[in-house]
């Protein structure tokens, strides 16, 4: 399990270059976040700005539509080829259905970028009008529990061995469903940070791209 981390300490000597995905979602959000929690962050809609980041957080939207954008923007295999080398990356909401290597409740043309070993279920919570906010316990992050706000949110169905579970539903008609998960280099969540104006979960990611960093040397 993940040591827990301290939001707070955002000063380490490098600021790494995080990309937000930007064909849909709450970009601006995600980059603020970011950058409060000690990245230089940076929009990605090309193949050549994906090459120049050293992590990179899918944000909530609608997962078929980003599907198709991939495409469109020739981004889909060069962002597959960069999760398999191991960049880090963060998707929230429909980020993490991306990040998914099986989705449940999808298109058949839908394509996923396999990049936890996870099954997701799309609008697993209802439709918008079943939004909600819950307090979690967040594993691996110094603190009060956790405010998380879920919009049309997925579940995760089934983890692979690999996959290590940080959050669940504590209560209510989906307690113990799994909302937050952590593979290797690759973390996501049902919900959005970038919203509610905590940044534990971003500082987090951000910790995380510093290590693979220095892992490379």
């Known amino acids: ?16 270059v995080i990309g937000v995905l930007a064909l849909q979602g709450d970009v601006r959000e995600h980059l603020a976040a970011l950058r409060a929690a000690g990245a230089e962050a940076v929009s990605v809609r090309r193949a050549e ?10 944000p909530g939207g609608e997962s078929t539509t980003m599907s198709r954008l991939l495409v469109v923007f020739e981004l889909l295999e060069p962002l597959r080829a960069r999760l398999r080398g191991g960049m880090p990356a963060y998707g929230s909401c429909a980020g993490m ?3 998914a290597s099986e989705i449940l409740d999808t298109r058949p043309d839908a394509e996923c970028l396999a990049g936890l070993d996870i099954t ?30 879920f919009i049309r949110a997925p579940w995760v169905e089934r ?5 290590e579970v940080l959050a669940t539903v504590p209560e209510g008609p989906a307690a113990g469903r799994v909302v937050a ?34 892992a490379r040397g």
């Open 1 to 16: 399990m993940s040591a827990p981390l301290d939001p707070l300490v955002t000063d380490a000597p490098a600021r790494p």
């Open 49 to 58: 700005e994906l090459a120049a980041v050293d992590g990179l957080v899918i």
């Open 97 to 99: 259905i991306m990040l």
């Open 120 to 149: 997701v279920r799309r609008n697993a919570f209802g439709r918008q009008v079943d939004s909600f906010e819950e307090d979690l316990d967040f594993a691996g992050v110094a603190g009060s529990p956790m405010r998380a706000v």
């Open 159 to 163: 983890v692979g061995e690999k996959v």
């Open 181 to 214: 998960v952590r593979q290797g280099s690759v973390l996501a969540t049902s919900f959005h940070p970038e919203v509610t104006g905590d940044r534990r979960v971003h500082a987090l990611f951000v910790g995380m791209v510093r290590e693979a960093i220095a």
